[in-house]
């Protein structure tokens, strides 16, 4: 999808800039779903899902647009990784998304009512909302990035990000 081609360019700027970068799938997840919760367990899965997010020291979201809110994906990720002690607090988290003409806003407005609760820090700026639907695309058939435009924006989020983690760490080691 275009909103994975944005990971993708994430990816490749982290690389470039000597960051290690890992985009977690989330479609595999079972629904959440408290009767799968075993002893005080998740399913082995989802409790994998938690390490990648918990090993995490920030957080880039690709949020696609469904009927103006999240897609059940990502806020089924959202809950599990929320339950038997949530691993979401305290993560710096950057948002980006392709879509229609308000290119996943909507959308990811709603993420970040999640945010609040999930005690996630996202960042207030640059907003990166493609919209993918102009001509020419601003992504290949295979869904990557290929115009400098929504590249430099990927950028712009990659960076500022990075910026705020390392403040965010900082601020963390002064206070220990």
């Given at each position: 999808?275009?909103?994975?081609?944005?990971?993708?360019?994430?990816?490749?700027?982290?690389?470039?800039?000597?960051?290690?970068?890992?985009?977690?799938?989330?479609?595999?997840?079972?629904?959440?779903?408290?009767?799968?919760?075993?002893?005080?367990?998740?399913?082995?899965?989802?409790?994998?899902?938690?390490?990648?997010?918990?090993?995490?020291?920030?957080?880039?979201?690709?949020?696609?647009?469904?009927?103006?809110?999240?897609?059940?994906?990502?806020?089924?990720?959202?809950?599990?990784?929320?339950?038997?002690g949530s691993?979401?607090?305290?993560?710096?988290?950057?948002?980006?998304?392709?879509?229609?003409?308000?290119?996943?806003?909507?959308?990811?407005?709603?993420?970040?009512?999640?945010?609040?609760?999930?005690?996630i820090i996202?960042?207030?700026?640059?907003?990166?909302?493609?919209?993918?639907?102009?001509?020419?695309?601003?992504?290949?058939?295979?869904?990557?990035?290929?115009?400098?435009?929504?590249?430099?924006?990927?950028?712009?989020?990659?960076?500022?990000?990075?910026?705020?983690?390392?403040?965010?760490?900082?601020?963390?080691?002064?206070?220990?």
């Open positions: 999808s275009t909103n994975t081609g944005l990971l993708r360019c994430a990816a490749e700027i982290a690389k470039s800039a000597g960051v290690d970068f890992e985009i977690v799938e989330i479609g595999h997840l079972p629904f959440m779903n408290e009767d799968l919760e075993v002893d005080g367990k998740v399913p082995d899965v989802v409790d994998q899902f938690k390490q990648s997010v918990a090993s995490a020291d920030a957080l880039m979201f690709a949020c696609p647009e469904y009927n103006y809110g999240v897609t059940p994906a990502l806020k089924n990720a959202l809950d599990w990784a929320s339950r038997q691993v979401w607090a305290k993560k710096p988290a950057a948002i980006m998304g392709s879509g229609g003409g308000f290119g996943t806003g909507r959308g990811q407005l709603a993420l970040r009512q999640s945010f609040i609760f999930l005690d996202p960042l207030s700026k640059p907003e990166v909302c493609v919209r993918r639907f102009t001509s020419p695309s601003p992504f290949d058939a295979n869904g990557d990035v290929v115009d400098e435009k929504t590249k430099n924006s990927v950028q712009a989020s990659f960076d500022a990000l990075m910026e705020l983690t390392k403040t965010l760490q900082a601020g963390k080691s002064n206070n220990s």
